[in-house]
């Protein structure tokens, strides 16, 4: 936990309230989300329950099962699921835009939106990712066929699982991160993953204060958990008799829709106070600004949703089931980088970020107070345009003669640290050299060099490009890795077998 988040929590405790720490939205906030809320039957691995999904707060629609451990109402259900969640995807791929590439010398297509799925938590993350592992390899046909929509919906499933992951991702978000990204409550990090409780710290009704209202929200009789996980006392006293009854009405069909009514009756209000709150904390993230940087992030969603399509619409097949050497390296890369990238936009961004890396000397604030804006450096070959600006900050400086800062005002500019000079006073004195963002000429154009009298917030966190690392072909996986892929495993056995019997 970091020192800020820390005193965040503090102060949530002091006020009875949540304390923000942050002054912007750093996800993309869809106009048509859908929101998941699951139940999972306790006791099985991964046997699902029931769920409320929809697209509007009054446009809940409620799938069960009333036997979990029975496998053709399991696929009846994803059937049922898949029923609403494929139109969904498909009403997002009727618009496509041009994107240059190539430095405008070509161009490539992508949708001009793309579908956010949320569930309450990240254990209902979880239950879609191995909802989608348990279905994306199933058949129409064969042993045990299904229907053809449960194999597609496991694919999109498991999309929607591997972009969650994605650091900066609004695909497939959990309530619980998104809130606590933006607020820090007075409870512990594990009271957190509690929807009721969080929502209760956050934004708790007229006249209560934020503990009061959280540990209200800890009564399983008054706000149930938010899933996938059940109450054990609900399982017990309720559930476990209407799943007897619906199965012992096996040959009443008026018994067994009683049954089925009560079950139903039964577990909407189990997910109904969740599907509330889900919708209640959407419109807590909605009145957020929006951060600079959230659209870049999810025009990189829109990429990602466009390619998956067209890899479906192309007849790709599923995810397989674990990375090779070589995937699993660039895929550990690429998110390694999208996390860099992802920490220093929402610095750029959130003035409360920021400060934690300025607690860390990552970062300082300074005014001004001299500025050289035609400076021209001709000790090289040719003449270039190097103003000098100095800055007086109170803050510490950790940062050595010599190293590259950046400016949050001006991203692409790069400043050059030439002294660093402690006063009497306490402040110090800090001379840079600034070079970028001013154009190939002599002269810098009106505003790229800081005035006189300027604030700036100065950083070694940088924008600049990552490039990505070079990685060999799944051919030349080195011994140490696994060698290269077999291409045929059976054949090569059956190559064997035959040259032992001759």
Not at 31 to 41: C, D, E, I, N
Not at 126 to 143: A, E, H, N
Request: glycine share 10%; hydrophobic share 45%; aromatic share 6%.
């Amino acid at each position: 936990m970091s020192t800020l988040r820390a005193l965040a929590r503090a102060q949530a405790v002091a006020a009875g309230v949540a304390q923000p720490v942050a002054t912007v939205r750093h996800l993309h906030l869809a106009t048509r989300p859908l929101v998941l809320v699951p139940l999972a039957m306790a006791g099985e691995a991964h046997a699902p329950l029931a769920a409320l999904v929809g697209t509007a707060p009054d446009d809940a629609r409620l799938l069960i099962v009333p036997q979990p451990r029975n496998r053709d109402q399991r696929f009846r259900f994803v059937t049922e699921l898949a029923g609403i969640v494929l139109p969904w995807l498909d009403g997002f791929r009727g618009v496509s835009e041009a994107v240059a590439v190539d430095r405008g010398r070509d161009v490539r297509y992508r949708y001009v939106d793309a579908p956010q799925l949320w569930v309450p938590n990240p254990a209902g993350i979880t239950f879609l990712r191995l909802l989608g592992r348990s279905t994306r390899f199933r058949r129409p046909d064969g042993d045990y066929p299904v229907h053809p929509a449960v194999p597609l919906l496991g694919r999109w499933l498991t999309f929607f699982a591997e972009r969650a992951e994605q650091p900066g991702s609004s695909a497939l978000l959990a309530m619980t991160d998104a809130l606590t990204l933006h607020w820090a409550t007075g409870q512990s990090a594990v009271e957190d993953l509690h929807l009721p409780a969080l929502l209760g710290w956050i934004d708790p009704p007229a006249g209560w204060t934020g503990v009061a209202a959280a540990a209200r929200a800890e009564d399983p009789g008054v706000c149930p958990p938010a899933g996938p996980a059940t109450d054990p006392e609900f399982d017990n006293a309720a559930l476990a008799p209407a799943m007897a009854a619906w199965a012992a009405a096996d040959d009443d069909p008026a018994a067994r829709d009683e049954a089925y009514a009560e079950l139903v009756r039964l577990l909407r209000g189990q997910l109904a106070p969740t599907w509330e709150l889900m919708w209640r904390g959407l419109g807590l993230l909605g009145a957020l600004p929006p951060g600079a940087r959230v659209a870049g992030r999810w025009a990189g969603d829109r990429d990602a949703f466009t390619g998956y399509a067209e890899h479906l619409d192309a007849d790709g097949g599923p995810q397989p089931r674990r990375d090779g050497a070589v995937a699993a390296a660039v895929r550990l890369h690429r998110l390694e980088r999208a996390a860099t990238t992802y920490a220093v936009q929402r610095a750029y961004d959130d003035p409360l970020v920021m400060a934690e890396h300025r607690l860390t000397g990552e970062a300082f604030v300074g005014d001004v107070t001299l500025a050289d804006p035609a400076r021209v450096d001709d000790s090289g070959k040719r003449p270039v345009l190097r103003p000098r600006i100095q800055v007086v900050t109170t803050e510490p400086v950790r940062v050595p003669v010599g190293a590259t800062l950046w400016s949050t005002a001006r991203p692409g500019q790069k400043a050059k640290v030439v002294f660093v000079t402690p006063a009497a006073d306490g402040r110090t004195e800090v001379v840079l050299e600034l070079s970028g963002g001013m154009g190939r000429g002599l002269t810098a154009p009106p505003g790229s060099v800081p005035q006189v009298g300027e604030r700036l917030c100065l950083t070694t966190l940088s924008e600049a490009f990552l490039p990505a690392g070079t990685f060999p072909t799944a051919e030349e996986t080195p011994w140490t890795h696994g060698g290269p892929p077999v291409a045929d495993v059976s054949t090569r056995s059956s190559a064997g077998l035959s040259s032992v019997v001759g």
